[in-house]
């Protein structure tokens, strides 16, 4: 099967050879695939991810290689680079180098996924006929477009800069809701209905206000009855209050349009993965956090300091009623994140959710304070990070740690890399790429 990657972001996916790293015009192919073997496997399935060259999406591409998933990567580049790809497959190289066996297939489509065109040509390229899936009458009229060898979607393809959704929320609404929904119509065509939702804790508002360790029943989309630390019955009602910025409530929406699809069809199965604060890289050096734009998060603003990028460090706040005065929260190493996309798949394909829709924490279930973090990147790299204590931001809170435990239980994912990990994985990619970070 031909990967897509039109030499321009085009209205229709143009076919390239597989594996095509185009970095120059020509075509070239890594040696760590086996190509003929991967075009004669013509019942391959594969594992469809929207925004797979962002910073999550492109970990999260790597650990499904790893994990043996064949991948199709979806991205239009408006917030990653075209050579994010061809590092995604040096590291799968090295990885398969070092403990054997072959890569899976991977392929890249440059394309919007918002385009119905473009993706309706690329999910029809992936379309398998009724005789090779041994379908029924019936069922080929339920989808007419036939069903595919995509047998999920991992939904990165979202804006995410909570300042810029402040500015312009109707580009959040339009990309993250308006998009989604026309994601999902189109799926349905061709019956694919594992679905993996890039969510964010940022659903739960200001409810840290009152709770600081924050779990999923704190934020639902039906009434629920759990108990509480105490053993106490608590009686959660659908909804969250005091979302504070319209990033945020992209990310409410879209729950809740994934759950009451899931609630009228049961052949749905859908995951709502809840992030905290994910920093870090991989341990080759070769994937990082290289947005385009100007980074808002602590840690990518922590690199432009060290790369003389930006003179200081903004602390905001250091009056909060924590131990050292800075705000607290759950810092997550981005290839643990990556891994509970890999679990999260894997319960799907094996039905062991407990429910058509289910939302569940990527976090540590431990906080650091951004001086903790500030502090563990001066020991790491042995250089001071200057900063300066500015004002609080709206809608920030003392602390925000996750309860993972209900990923522990039902996926068998727990983190497992520290914050050291993180920040000593963060200043090798810097010292790997010191050229694009200005880094002497």
Known sequence: MPSFCPPSEASSPVPTPLFSVPSTPETERDDCFDEPAALAAEDAQFVLVTGGLGYIGSHTTLELLKAGYNVIVVDNLSNSFHHVFDRILMAAKLHFDRVGGRCPRVE???IDFRDR????????AHAVSSLDLDLGQDQDQAHPQGRSNITGVIHFAAYKEVHDSLRNPLKYYQNNITGLVDLLGLLDQYDIKTFIFSSSANVYG??????????EEHCVHQPTTYRDADG?????????????????????????????????DPSWTIIGLRYFNPIGCDPSGLLGEDPRGVPSNLVPVVMQVLTGQLAELSVYGSDWGTPDGT??????????????HTAALAAAHEQRVLSTFRTFNLGTGSGHSVAEVVSAMENVTQQPIPRRIADRRPGDVASCVAIA????????WRAEKTLQDACRDLWNYLRFNPTEFCLS
């Open 108 to 110: 890249l489509a440059c």
């Open 117 to 124: 065109a473009a993706m309706a040509a690329l999910l029809a």
């Open 206 to 215: 200001t409810l840290a206000h009152d709770h600081g360790t924050l779990r």
């Open 232 to 264: 106490h019955e608590v009686v959660s009602e659908q909804g969250c209050t005091g979302i504070t910025n319209p990033y945020g409530r992209t990310k409410f929406f879209g729950e809740a349009i994934l759950a009451d699809l899931a609630l009228s």
């Open 327 to 340: 705000a607290i929260r759950d810092f997550i190493h981005v290839s643990d994140v990556a891994r509970g």
């Open 405 to 412: 435990d209900r990923a522990a239980a039902e996926l068998g």
